[in-house]
C-alpha cells in the first residue's frame, strides 16, 4: 500500500469512528484503469499544490442515506440537501486528513471547496497522465469508495 493509500484509509478511518460511529473496513486499493464503484452521489474536492487532482467519495443511494442517516442521528429517505452536504463534509474531513499527513512530510496541498453530482453511474474523469486509485469501504450502511486522481509536482 502506497503512502497516499495508507494516508485517506487511515483519515476515513478516523472521520468514521469520530464523526459518523460506524465502522468502515477498507478493502484493497483498485488502480485499475477500469475500476469503478458505482455511484448516484460523488462528493470532488480539487486538491492544488505539491500535490495535485481530485479527491471523491463515491456513494451508491442506499450507502450515502444510511451514511448521512448514522452522521446526523435520523433516517434518511431520499438524497437531499443533508445529504450532499454529508458527503461533500467526510470528502472534505478525509481530504484534510490527507493535507495533515503529506504536510507531515513537507508536501504542500491546498484544499477546494466540496462538489456534489448526484446522478446515475456518475464516473469522473480528467487530470491527463494522472495516477489514480479507488480505495473500497464496506459499511453496515452499505459500501463506498473514495477516489485519488493526481499527479506530483
Known amino acids: 500500500m502506497s503512502s497516499l ?15 459518523i460511529f460506524i465502522e468502515i473496513t477498507p478493502g484493497p486499493p483498485l488502480t485499475g484503469r477500469d475500476d469503478t ?26 450507502a450515502a442515506k444510511g451514511i448521512t442517516g448514522a ?10 440537501e443533508d445529504v450532499k452536504d454529508a458527503i461533500g463534509e467526510i470528502a472534505n474531513m478525509v481530504a484534510g486528513g490527507l493535507k495533515t499527513a503529506l504536510l507531515s512530510e513537507g508536501t504542500e496541498t491546498e484544499l477546494a471547496i466540496p462538489t456534489t ?3 446515475k453511474s456518475i464516473r469522473t474523469s480528467g487530470l491527463a497522465g494522472a495516477s489514480r486509485f479507488i480505495i473500497p469501504f464496506c459499511t453496515p450502511a452499505g459500501d463506498f469508495g473514495i477516489e485519488l486522481r493526481y499527479v506530483t509536482s
Open 5 to 19: 493509500e495508507k494516508y485517506i484509509t487511515e483519515a476515513a478511518l478516523e472521520v468514521f469512528a469520530t464523526m
Open 37 to 62: 464503484i458505482d455511484s448516484n452521489l460523488t462528493s470532488m474536492i480539487g486538491l492544488a499544490g505539491d500535490l495535485r487532482g481530485v479527491l471523491a467519495v463515491h456513494c451508491p443511494e442506499n
Open 71 to 80: 452522521m446526523l442521528g435520523m433516517d434518511i429517505d431520499a438524497i437531499d
Open 117 to 119: 453530482a448526484v446522478g
